[in-house]
């Protein structure tokens, strides 16, 4: 059986996480979906795991979605099993603790994208395209394409792309806020890697913090959520890294954080 999922810790404390089923556009198998949510769990508690970048292998697709051959062959239960997985698979990626990146070099469609809706952060690749075609099948964005897209580039923007099936390039997707970040192909992942390793080199309880107060707050009033910031930032007080951070300023050097 051959590998699907590629993980790779990095010095830096990013991890680089690859889809590999390039002969299939890195399409969402039963096989693959299982292996990257075994690994999604492994790396929630792992302590030297300080950002995550996912990435596609070959240089023209990042994940093309749902595998729709491997689809055809199944029973409608098995499709409801499948769509679950999906979409359960897709929300740990939501779920991790640490910061992510969505490297995404090459296409990203229907489940492709969401799992890089998913992410904290995505980088595109200006000439590649991107776009949620479910509705052109019959169906809808079933991991979370209803819900964040509208939340990332506003109600109108995400009906349209949506309802229309529309593919848009990267350079489209930076200027309507969909991507963080737009470069040509060659320099998606090497740029991803970069923003992952500024955010390594920071306090890890920091930012995890930070996420969930981001994440958690974002979909509340601005009182509850800056109640939940002020729990996230008391998280911070005791820590071993916040004396660290003190140290190294007063001593005019790099800190070292340890994740305690």
């Known amino acids: 059986m051959s ?4 993980v790779e810790m990095l010095s830096s404390g990013v991890c680089k996480v ?7 556009a890195n399409a969402l198998s039963v096989q693959l979906l299982e292996k990257l949510k075994d690994t999604l769990e492994a790396l929630a508690f792992q302590k030297e795991v300080r950002a995550v970048v996912f990435t596609g292998a070959g240089d023209k697709v990042f994940c093309a979605g749902a595998d729709l051959k491997e689809r055809r062959r199944m029973e409608e239960e098995e499709v409801r099993r499948t769509v679950a997985l999906i979409g359960e698979t897709i ?12 490297a995404m070099n090459g296409t990203a469609l229907g489940g492709g994208l969401e799992l890089a809706l998913a992410c904290d952060l995505r980088v595109a690749a200006e000439e590649s395209v991107y776009g949620l075609p479910e509705t052109t099948l019959a169906i809808i964005p079933g991991a979370g394409g209803t819900q964040r897209l509208p939340r990332l580039i506003g109600v109108g923007r995400a009906k349209e792309m949506i309802f229309t099936g529309k593919r848009i390039t990267g350079a489209e997707a930076y200027l309507i ?3 963080q970040y737009a470069c040509p192909l060659a320099k998606v992942e090497t740029l991803a890697l970069d923003l992952a390793k500024q955010m390594s080199a920071n306090g890890p309880i920091a930012l995890a ?7 958690n707050g974002i979909e509340t009033d601005l009182a509850t959520g800056l109640e939940l ?15 660290e951070g003190l140290e190294a300023f007063k001593e005019k050097r790099k800190p070292q954080y340890i994740g305690e």
Request: without cysteine; charged residues 35%.
């Open 3 to 6: 590998e699907t999922v590629g």
């Open 18 to 24: 690859t889809l590999i089923r390039p002969e299939a």
């Open 91 to 102: 929300e740990k990626v939501a779920k991790l603790p640490q910061p992510t990146i969505a």
């Open 177 to 179: 806020g969909l991507a």
């Open 209 to 215: 913090q930070a996420k969930k107060a981001i994440d």
């Open 229 to 243: 910031e002020k729990l996230a930032y008391e998280r911070t007080i005791s820590t071993k890294d916040r004396l």
